[in-house]
T-cell receptor, first 119, second 112 residues
Framework: DVKVTQSSRYLVKRTGEKVFLECVQD?????MFWYRQDPGLGLRLIYF???????EKGDIPEGYSVSREKKERFSLILESASTNQTSMYLC??????????????????FGPGTRLTVL | AQTVTQSQPEMSVQEAETVTLSCTYD???????LFWYKQPPSRQMILVIR??????QNATENRFSVNFQKAAKSFSLKISDSQLGDTAMYFC?????????FGAGTRLTVKP
């Protein structure tokens, strides 16, 4: 079974602090993703990475950065946390599918989430 | 840009009955994947079922089945013989290459 873990389930930080959210997957997946989940908005993609040291902006990258130094680990960084970044953060990973005619990526597997509160 | 719409924010169903969750999407692509994910209260999001757009046959997974209407861009989830453990948020998702889009979710409550 794929296992995606996140460093914290709950986190409370103060405005202006630098925040690190860690995600680790154990299935040698090439793609990794960071989403934030807010009520009524579903999941919105912040950043994704398709290889070590590679990253792509998602829909809402402002205020965030990411780091992928090793294949299994993908970190989300809030450089200066703000109250509007209070949210649930979900990490996901997927294996590039090389066999489908669509060239689409495979199923995403999610971590348990980190509920971040910024005071 | 692709969009996914779940028009039912909340639904409830009696245990052992059948419920259908709606999902529509908008895309100009012809090849893509569709998913239903389940997120139980305070638990991890897990895949329920997936459908490849180039397959005409509707996907099924035990008590879960989909009604995929490609022309109508509709992808509903049917849960048969509902169980208390089916209580969760359900998210419909669309994927094409690196673009993954989620609906806002439907909160399903199964009542004893």
């Amino acid at each position: 079974d794929v296992k995606v873990t996140q460093s914290s389930r709950y986190l409370v930080k103060r405005t202006g602090e630098k925040v690190f959210l860690e995600c680790v997957q154990d299935m040698d997946h090439e793609n990794m993703f960071w989403y934030r989940q807010d009520p009524g908005l579903g999941l919105r993609l912040i950043y994704f990475s398709y290889d070590v040291k590679m990253k792509e902006k998602g829909d809402i990258p402002e205020g965030y950065s990411v780091s992928r130094e090793k294949k299994e680990r993908f970190s989300l960084i809030l450089e200066s946390a703000s109250t509007n970044q209070t949210s649930m953060y979900l990490c996901a990973s997927s294996l590039i599918s090389r066999v489908t005619s669509t060239g689409a990526r495979d199923t995403q597997y999610f971590g348990p989430g980190t509920r971040l509160t910024v005071l | 840009a692709q969009t996914v719409t779940q028009s039912q924010p909340e639904m409830s169903v009696q245990e052992a009955e059948t419920v259908t969750l709606s999902c529509t999407y908008d895309t100009s692509e012809s090849n893509y994947y569709l998913f239903w994910y389940k997120q139980p209260p305070s638990r991890q999001m897990i895949l329920v079922i997936r459908q490849e757009a180039y397959k005409q046959q509707n996907a099924t997974e035990n008590r879960f089945s989909v009604n995929f209407q490609k022309a109508a861009k509709s992808f509903s989830l049917k849960i048969s013989d509902s169980q208390l453990g089916d209580t969760a948020m359900y998210f419909c998702a669309f994927m094409n290459n690196n673009d993954m889009r989620f609906g806002a979710g439907t909160r399903l409550t199964v009542k004893p």
